[in-house]
């Protein structure tokens, strides 16, 4: 099953389970690779390390069907650190650049595999040298990525409730290293570590919103139940630098790709949210709660173009 519908002029693509998201995932990233070596013209990509499940299936596509990879650069989207200054050590479970070395490069076929000098990560002190690199490559022709359980994108972390940064600002933010938010280091412990928080890196460098969204595509991969909150924010909610995933929606070509339980989530989670809306515009007394029942029933026509109720 796959079903793909408009929310909000996002596209989103709902498929059955977790497989089948890594597996879209692989071949959009395949297609994109296949499009641009028939025209004999480099492929360029920011790509993520979280979701890693597609990298070997697209090295099994890759592997069986010949796809040359040598005219492709991958930017990986960011990398934890030790402190301010030093990548954490490339052995460490953790690392980002280990992580992509085991679960695709290393899988691949060594005559089709792209050069070292085009797997490209972001460094401490060269931040610049980094946007500067994409943007001399002619910028990404699709970013691909996960969604953070505080609205991040890459590491850029959600700003504070008290931050004065406007969705603008935040927009333009590039390559930088910055601390890891306690929310996205608990939600990772979680994911990655058992639980041991206080393993987790505090620190990362990461590529910045600015050139995520100046990608000429962004597609966004949600694997885990928890994604259902960030995506209704990332549709929902106005554009700003507390929920970056809302700037999403100022790149035309955006994709989100979600299991049909994330879908079903969300029309759940967004029917509570107008509830709680149309609840907070009047005083809640017998009569106004008879009058709210067909103010539902009129706004679930409108909730059923965001997500089918299953």
Known sequence: MEEIKTVNKVTCKVVDEE???????????????????????????????????????????????????????????????????????????????????????????????????????????????????????????????????????????????????????????GTRVLKITRETRTINAYGYMRGDLQRMPGWCITIGMKQILQAKKIYIALNRPWQTGPLVHALHDREQGQVPATLLRRNPRLTFCMTAAIAEGGYRTLMRIIWEEERSHAEWTSVTGKLFIPIMKARRKELLNWFHAR
């Not at 040359?68 to 990548?87: A, G, I, Q």
């Not at 040298?129 to 359980?149: H, N, V």
Request: aromatic content about 10%; some cysteine.
């Open 19 to 173: 497989w089948d998201v890594y597996f879209d995932m692989a071949l959009a990233m395949l297609k994109e690779i296949m499009e641009h070596n028939a025209r004999n013209e480099a492929t360029v990509m920011i790509v993520p390390v979280g979701p890693t499940q597609q990298y070997p299936i697209l090295a099994k596509m890759v592997n069986t069907f010949g796809i040359s990879l040598k005219n492709v650069h991958f930017f990986n989207m960011d990398e934890y650190l030790t402190d301010s200054e030093t990548t954490v050590d490339r052995e460490d479970p953790m690392s980002f650049y280990g992580r992509m070395k085991r679960e695709f490069y290393d899988l691949v076929d060594p005559g089709l595999i792209m050069p070292d000098s085009q797997r490209h990560f972001p460094k401490p002190g060269r931040e610049t040298d980094y946007d500067k690199m994409l943007e001399e490559l002619g910028g990404a022709d699709a970013c691909f990525g996960g969604l953070g359980i505080n609205g991040h994108v890459a590491f850029n972390e959600a700003a504070e409730p008290e931050d004065p940064v406007t969705a603008d600002e935040f927009a333009q933010l």
